[in-house]
T-cell receptor
Framework: AQSVTQPDIHITVSEGASLELRCNYS??????LFWYVQSPGQGLQLLLK??????LVQGIKGFEAEFKRSQSSFNLRKPSVHWSDAAEYFC????????????FGAGTRLAVHP | DTGVSQDPRHKITKRGQNVTFRCDPI?????LYWYRQTLGQGPEFLTY????????KSRLLSDRFSAERPKGSFSTLEIQRTEQGDSAMYLC?????????????FGPGTRLTVT
């Protein structure tokens, strides 16, 4: 069965520090991979996506992610975190086959210390 | 592009009552999805429409739940005889069926509390 694992439930970083959020997926076919961010009480905003091609993808707000097929991973990174990045981050896999429902991980809550 | 809108944003109801939520997708999007998100979890897929046709329903969608999308525009999600376990955030998303069809745009959600 398809699944997404985000091993870190909570992460705390200092403002200006680098960030890496981990994501591992289980899916038999070529995955469509996404990172979404959710601020308290808000819906989900798409940060970036991977469909094919270059395995390092750039997104909004200075985020990037790298697809590693051999490790079934799609980790999210940011070189310097801002206080406004504090939020919950969700990794998702989209199932191919025409319409692409999303399977989400449980999320990683990011706290940023000043 | 005014984004996906959902109404109401919050709903408090007593156990056993019926509730209905509305989702207005981005106007040119013909695909519409409903997800449910409980505290501390990621969203879980409930159902999917392409135009007015409901093409998939999750096993999470018990017979107390029904969704419609008349005329392929807005959608409604109704929960009959609500239970405390129905308390969650209900998210709607929409996407195109061509081009970047795998990009789903989410609304702000409807938070349901069943007392």
């Amino acid at each position: 069965a398809q699944s997404v694992t985000q091993p870190d439930i909570h992460i705390t970083v200092s403002e200006g520090a680098s960030l890496e959020l981990r994501c591992n997926y289980s899916y038999g076919a070529t995955p469509y991979l996404f990172w979404y961010v959710q601020s308290p009480g808000q819906g989900l905003q798409l940060l970036l996506k991977y469909f094919s091609g270059d395995t390092l993808v750039q997104g909004i707000k200075g985020f990037e992610a790298e697809f590693k097929r051999s490790q079934s991973s799609f980790n999210l990174r940011k070189p310097s975190v801002h206080w406004s990045d504090a939020a919950e981050y969700f990794c998702a896999v989209g199932l191919s086959g025409g319409y692409n429902k999303l399977i989400f991980g449980a999320g990683t809550r990011l706290a940023v210390h000043p | 592009d005014t984004g996906v809108s959902q109404d109401p944003r919050h709903k408090i109801t007593k156990r056993g009552q019926n509730v209905t939520f509305r989702c207005d997708p981005i106007s040119e999007h013909n695909r519409l999805y409903w997800y449910r998100q409980t505290l501390g979890q990621g969203p879980e897929f409930l159902t999917y429409f392409q135009n007015e046709a409901q093409l998939e329903k999750s096993r999470l969608l018990s017979d107390r739940f029904s969704a419609e999308r008349p005329k392929g525009s807005f959608s409604t999600l109704e929960i009959q005889r609500t239970e405390q376990g129905d308390s969650a955030m209900y998210l709607c998303a929409s996407s195109r069926s061509s081009g970047n069809s795998y990009e789903q745009y989410f609304g702000p959600g409807t938070r349901l509390t069943v007392t």
